[in-house]
């Protein structure tokens, strides 16, 4: 058995893995052949693994994770000893995870958030970028959650049901969905990163998955206003997709679709992961549902020559635009 179908094996049975990080998530999102995982053993069975998607972009080979994935990185079986005897065995894991990597000209990965020590990727050239999540870490109680809320929060989840009369669907064609989630791209200036035929695909493996559920806010003219999808394993689910009509930005719909995956996600999972944001306005929205921010691992390296140079002359592309915006 190689280390593909071995992975396939595990991944079935490990209930701490998470969703992005499932082959059958892996199939959909970066097609079956291209992805791949490097494994550590002991005696048969998986004490460690890492999955990645294979690209090839400009004559280059790209390591990375596919469209839609937000995190993948290591999986290593918790150790229960003492933390000198944790952390000698994480790095040897880790280590073993590194050198099994096939050649790449970039390697780049945003891991989970529950994967803390990077140390051994650090010692082997790999940089390291420090992200942010927001995470509801008990769905238990409802009714504290609501309280936790930001008053602003509140009263606009009440604003969209009591003023604008908005109701919550989640039996709408998935088309409905992703034409709010084009217009979000569309208000931004932006192309998807992502095709509809695309988002259908991962559509198709979640539903036969029972893990995947989206709602979308509507008035009484039967014009919808804003809508979210998520996705969920058996410890957590996550914000996958949003989107809005600008015309009704101020009806509080987002807000609302929101609670109501919120009260959802918690007949089915434990936790609610936002998916976290750097873009200050949707950190602030997320940040209104009073969940714990969490800092995760944005990982990379680049052997390639060729590539850092490029990478050089984008990042002062970038400082001169930004100089010039500031000057004008």
């Known amino acids: 058995m190689n280390a593909k179908d071995m992975y396939r094996e595990f991944a079935e049975s490990e209930e701490s893995l998470p969703i992005f990080s499932q082959a059958w998530w892996l199939d959909a999102t970066a097609g079956v052949?291209?992805?791949?995982?490097?494994?550590?053993?002991?005696?048969?069975?998986?004490?460690?693994?890492?999955?990645?998607?294979?690209?090839?972009?400009?004559?280059?080979?790209?390591?990375?994770?596919?469209?839609?994935?937000?995190?993948?990185?290591?999986?290593?079986?918790p150790f229960s000893g003492r933390n000198a005897l944790r952390l000698a065995y994480e790095k040897s894991l880790m280590q073993e995870l590194i050198d099994k990597l096939p050649p790449f000209d970039h390697f780049a990965q945003n891991w989970h958030y529950t994967c803390s020590n990077w140390l051994p990727f650090s010692w082997n050239g790999f940089s390291q970028t420090t992200r942010y999540t927001y995470v509801l870490n008990d769905l238990s109680d409802l009714e504290k959650l609501w309280t936790d809320f930001e008053n602003s929060t509140r009263a606009e989840c009440k604003k969209a049901s009591n003023r604008f009369r908005l109701t919550i669907r989640d039996d709408l064609p998935l088309d409905d969905f992703l034409a709010l989630n084009?217009?979000?791209?569309?208000?931004?200036?932006?192309?998807?990163?992502?095709?509809?035929?695309?988002?259908?695909?991962?559509?198709?493996?979640?539903?036969?998955?029972?893990?995947?559920?989206?709602?979308?806010?509507?008035d009484e003219e039967g014009r919808h206003h804003a809508g979210n999808y998520i996705v969920w394993d058996r410890n957590s689910s996550y914000g996958l997709m949003n989107g809005a009509d600008q015309r009704f930005r101020n009806t509080g719909g987002a807000t609302l679709c929101m609670w109501a995956a919120i009260q959802f996600a918690a007949t089915v999972t434990r936790k609610f992961d936002f998916a976290g944001s750097m873009i200050e306005p949707v950190e602030r929205f997320f940040r209104g549902f009073g969940p714990t921010q969490l800092p995760y691992f944005s990982i990379s390296k680049t052997p390639s020559r060729l590539l850092q140079v490029r990478q050089g002359w984008f990042a002062v592309k970038q400082q001169l635009e930004w100089a010039r915006s500031v000057t004008q």
Not at 45 to 63: E, N
């Open 33 to 77: 052949d291209n992805w791949d995982v490097v494994l550590a053993t002991r005696e048969g069975q998986v004490v460690a693994s890492m999955p990645y998607s294979r690209t090839r972009r400009y004559g280059m080979d790209v390591i990375g994770q596919p469209p839609l994935t937000q995190k993948l990185g290591p999986w290593l079986r």
């Open 182 to 218: 084009r217009m979000s791209f569309t208000r931004q200036g932006k192309d998807p990163p992502y095709s509809n035929d695309f988002v259908r695909r991962l559509d198709d493996a979640c539903t036969a998955r029972g893990c995947r559920k989206y709602f979308i806010a509507v």
